[in-house]
């Protein structure tokens, strides 16, 4: 494997978008900060309506050139703390065979994985006729591993399944991949995706103004994008109040205020991918898959499995029983980041303790990917008994405080947070939580506009948690 062909997939929001050279993505971010109109940032980032599995034409297109490298955050739903380089994590890999492969996330899935054949296609033949000057005794043609984050795995995967790209791939690596997807889809989509309630009594109208805002933007703009929807839960993720207790439906069984395209597109989208693997492995000699495949997911943090449909309303739920909150990197469930299709038992995956948007740092995954590389087993469970969960605000508006929860911390540890900019070394200040809930420490912080980095930082022993926080102007 030292001398296979690497092909990083980022996930959704991860590749920086652009026409006639400006940034599209950052200047629909802004839009929600109060920079631009938001009207006008719709305009230049939507795509037509019922799009479906096409390319877009002007004045829809737009260019997918490098990954993002600072944080981004759609909130309500997803972040991340920027992409780096995977080849600094990766000992004994030369440049050549290493590639990135940038695509325009708003499309289907479908769309994507096939302009992934090409470009793996493509790359895998360049790096096929370098392969000797570096690796003279290898015992077989070099094939491609797959490093996929976030929703850049249900690329990878459909396109190995799918679009015959198992025949020439040696691994599939997921780092939080939704492979069942996730319940926060559902909140972004219909409009929920920042909650507009309890944030504090005195603040709750200034907070809960811009949170609806912000939904009502969000769920407009990313309903025209086919892989939001195909990011929706297709596990029984519907719970009503009125039905015994365990009693779970899925989306296609009753109407949570989604358009019934956007749900049947996606369980059509992992139905595809389910019968491909079935036949696929009819077909092979043994039934097995010819490439191996690792899970790489976060399962210390509370995380939205599920949605309440009541007469009036609907709620989302940290589990789908009354138990305690279902965990997950806060907002992939641990179940959904584990590929049950290729895996025996959740034992199989690689478990830690970081949240989604930094999954990909070099502390989470680094010597993971070194021993996948090297064809090293990295089975074991990295979310260790000092880990600990946060709960964090998907919105802040500046200048008001906004709370953060530390949940399955130790007595006697302390818990420490503060802020900072991209770029910037750490906090310059720090803010210790506060005994709060039995089992929970809170603490508040205040920011103005703009998306900033949260520390949030155990000791005895040290353990860091990182998120991003969008803050708005009222």
């Given at each position: 494997?030292?001398?296979?062909?690497?092909?990083?997939?980022?996930?959704?929001?991860?590749?920086?978008?652009?026409?006639?050279?400006?940034?599209?993505?950052?200047?629909?971010?802004?839009?929600?900060?109060?920079?631009?109109?938001?009207?006008?940032?719709?305009?230049?980032?939507?795509?037509?309506?019922?799009?479906?599995?096409?390319?877009?034409?002007?004045?829809?297109?737009?260019?997918?050139?490098?990954?993002?490298?600072?944080?981004?955050?759609?909130?309500?739903?997803?972040?991340?703390?920027?992409?780096?380089?995977?080849?600094?994590?990766?000992?004994?890999?030369v440049p050549e065979q290493y590639a990135l492969f940038p695509y325009?996330?708003?499309?289907?899935?479908?769309?994507?994985?096939?302009?992934?054949?090409?470009?793996?296609?493509?790359?895998?033949?360049?790096?096929?006729?370098?392969?000797?000057?570096?690796?003279?005794r290898a015992e077989d043609p070099p094939r491609v591993i797959l490093l996929c984050h976030s929703m850049g795995g249900l690329v990878g995967?459909?396109?190995?399944?799918?679009?015959?790209?198992?025949?020439?791939?040696?691994?599939?690596?997921?780092?939080?991949?939704?492979?069942?997807?996730?319940?926060?889809?559902?909140?972004?989509?219909?409009?929920?995706?920042?909650?507009?309630?309890?944030?504090?009594?005195?603040?709750?109208?200034?907070?809960?103004?811009?949170?609806?805002?912000?939904?009502?933007?969000?769920?407009?703009?990313?309903?025209?994008?086919?892989?939001?929807?195909?990011?929706?839960?297709?596990?029984?993720?519907?719970?009503?109040?009125?039905?015994?207790?365990?009693?779970?439906?899925?989306?296609?069984?009753?109407?949570?205020?989604?358009?019934?395209?956007?749900?049947?597109?996606?369980?059509?989208?992992?139905?595809?991918?389910?019968?491909?693997?079935?036949?696929?492995?009819?077909?092979?000699?043994?039934?097995?898959?010819?490439?191996?495949?690792?899970?790489?997911?976060?399962?210390?943090?509370?995380?939205?499995?599920?949605?309440?449909?009541?007469?009036?309303?609907?709620?989302?739920?940290?589990?789908?029983?009354?138990?305690?909150?279902?965990?997950?990197?806060?907002?992939?469930?641990?179940?959904?980041?584990?590929?049950?299709?290729?895996?025996?038992?959740?034992?199989?995956?690689?478990?830690?303790?970081?949240?989604?948007?930094?999954?990909?740092?070099?502390?989470?995954?680094?010597?993971?990917?070194?021993?996948?590389?090297?064809?090293?087993?990295?089975?074991?469970?990295?979310?260790?008994?000092?880990?600990?969960?946060?709960?964090?605000?998907?919105?802040?508006?500046?200048?008001?405080?906004?709370?953060?929860?530390?949940?399955?911390?130790?007595?006697?540890?302390?818990?420490?947070?503060?802020?900072?900019?991209?770029?910037?070394?750490?906090?310059?200040?720090?803010?210790?939580?506060?005994?709060?809930?039995?089992?929970?420490?809170?603490?508040?912080?205040?920011?103005?506009?703009?998306?900033?980095?949260?520390?949030?930082?155990?000791?005895?022993?040290?353990?860091?948690?990182?998120?991003?926080?969008?803050?708005?102007?009222?």
């Open positions: 494997m030292k001398h296979d062909l690497v092909v990083f997939v980022p996930g959704i929001t991860g590749t920086r978008l652009t026409r006639d050279g400006k940034d599209l993505w950052h200047q629909s971010r802004q839009a929600l900060l109060g920079a631009l109109p938001f009207s006008r940032a719709v305009e230049r980032l939507r795509l037509p309506d019922d799009i479906g599995d096409h390319r877009p034409e002007e004045p829809w297109a737009v260019e997918a050139t490098e990954l993002v490298k600072s944080p981004e955050a759609l909130p309500g739903f997803l972040a991340h703390l920027g992409y780096p380089d995977a080849r600094t994590m990766l000992t004994g890999l325009d996330w708003r499309l289907s899935n479908r769309v994507t994985a096939d302009s992934l054949r090409t470009f793996v296609e493509r790359e895998l033949s360049r790096w096929r006729g370098q392969v000797e000057r570096f690796h003279p995967r459909y396109y190995l399944e799918c679009l015959g790209g198992r025949d020439i791939t040696r691994a599939l690596v997921t780092l939080g991949t939704p492979h069942r997807g996730a319940a926060k889809a559902v909140r972004f989509l219909t409009g929920h995706g920042v909650p507009t309630e309890g944030w504090g009594a005195v603040r709750r109208s200034l907070a809960g103004a811009a949170a609806r805002r912000v939904n009502e933007q969000l769920a407009e703009l990313c309903r025209t994008f086919p892989s939001m929807g195909q990011l929706l839960p297709v596990y029984a993720a519907v719970r009503r109040p009125e039905f015994p207790e365990g009693h779970h439906e899925h989306l296609t069984s009753i109407d949570v205020g989604l358009p019934s395209a956007l749900v049947a597109d996606a369980f059509d989208f992992h139905g595809e991918f389910e019968d491909a693997v079935r036949k696929n492995r009819r077909n092979s000699d043994d039934g097995e898959l010819p490439y191996r495949v690792h899970c790489l997911g976060g399962r210390s943090h509370p995380t939205v499995h599920g949605v309440v449909v009541a007469p009036e309303k609907i709620e989302f739920s940290l589990a789908l029983d009354d138990e305690e909150p279902w965990t997950g990197d806060g907002t992939v469930p641990e179940e959904s980041a584990f590929a049950r299709w290729a895996l025996r038992g959740m034992d199989e995956a690689v478990w830690n303790g970081h949240r989604h948007a930094n999954l990909t740092s070099a502390d989470a995954f680094g010597h993971q990917l070194t021993a996948v590389l090297h064809g090293k087993s990295a089975r074991e469970t990295l979310a260790a008994d000092d880990e600990f969960g946060i709960v964090v605000p998907e919105l802040a508006v500046s200048g008001a405080p906004f709370e953060v929860t530390a949940v399955g911390v130790e007595r006697g540890r302390t818990v420490r947070m503060g802020l900072h900019r991209s770029g910037d070394a750490g906090p310059a200040v720090w803010t210790d939580l506060a005994p709060g809930e039995p089992g929970e420490l809170r603490g508040e912080l205040v920011a103005g506009p703009g998306t900033w980095v949260l520390s949030v930082v155990a000791d005895r022993p040290q353990v860091t948690q990182r998120d991003v926080v969008l803050v708005v102007e009222a």
